[in-house]
């Protein structure tokens, strides 16, 4: 399938329009709850040549232009979010293309540092965009993502079990082998997700000849549990995972 007939969720206008309002679209990296677990992981950026697969609004490029990476490629399968990113770069280094990740093909060794974050959850071959990262990567190079925790995605529903009172009980967890698609709810909107087992996602790397460097699952940072609401129930189970490879 062509990258023409793609669908996506983000160039839905109103599903655009509540994207732009959350916290991590209104302040960046810092509005990202994840943002201080996933910092420490990333490599040095200095003099390398990054690949930032689903940029959405470009916060992982520009920081990566801002710790003197030499080159950015942020790529997006929606227009709007990449014309979101375009407005908000201001930097020679950084580009923007519009691509989907499942027609990737880029010249081997082209990159030294892979980011991908809360994006690989759309795609359904996800050992094909492994291959493809493996390829584009010089041998030593870093492959970090972060993706939705599959404690997360297995039920589908990605919403609570609630009591008479509308008190959260707890949450599904089900179907955890079955793998693939789940229509989800994010945003009010319908959305298609994957679910993939934590055994695809890390063995999956393994197997491509990565080395698994880091496994993280960040929890809400402690600034933001009286802050921002609904986060202390963030703290009730897994939203993301986040991992960090190394290419042999
Ligand atoms: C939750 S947003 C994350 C954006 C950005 N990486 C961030 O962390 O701020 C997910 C992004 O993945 C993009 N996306 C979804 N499916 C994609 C695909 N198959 N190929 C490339 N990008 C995709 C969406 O358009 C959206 O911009």
Redesign the pocket.
């Known amino acids: 399938m062509g990258g023409a007939m793609?669908e996506?969720?983000?160039?839905d206008p109103k599903f655009f329009e509540k994207?732009s309002q959350m916290d991590?679209?209104v302040k960046g990296l810092s509005g990202?709850g994840e943002w201080e677990t996933l910092r420490p992981l990333l490599p040095d950026f200095a003099g390398k040549r990054v690949l930032?697969?689903?940029?959405?609004?470009?916060?992982?490029c520009r920081y990566a232009a801002e710790q003197g990476a030499a080159y950015v490629l942020g790529?997006?399968?929606?227009e709007k979010?990449l014309q979101t990113a375009k407005e908000k770069t201001d930097s020679p280094v950084v580009e923007y293309r519009r691509?989907?990740?499942?027609d990737m093909d880029f010249p081997a060794e082209s990159f030294d540092v892979a980011l991908?974050?809360?994006?690989l959850h759309?795609?359904e071959d996800y050992r094909g965009v492994v291959e493809q990262v493996k390829r584009a990567l010089v041998s030593g190079g870093s492959f970090i993502f972060?993706v939705e925790h599959p404690v997360f995605t297995a039920a589908g529903s990605q919403d609570w079990y609630y009591g008479e009172n509308g008190e959260i009980l707890h949450f599904p967890v089900d179907n955890y082998y079955y793998e693939g698609k789940r229509n989800a709810v994010f945003l009010g909107e319908q959305v298609v997700k994957y679910h993939r087992t934590l055994t695809t996602y890390l063995g999956g790397l393994q197997d491509c000849g990565f080395l698994l460097s880091r496994v993280a699952e960040p929890m809400p940072p402690a600034s933001m549990l009286d802050t921002v609401p609904g986060m202390r129930d963030e703290m009730r189970r897994p939203m993301m995972l986040i991992v960090a490879a190394e290419k042999r």
Do not use: I, K, Q, T
Request: hydrophobic residues 35%.
């Open positions: 793609r996506n969720r983000y160039d994207y991590r679209s990202a930032d697969m689903g940029c959405g609004y470009g916060w992982h790529f997006d399968l929606s979010m691509l989907a990740m499942e991908s974050s809360l994006a759309y795609v972060s």
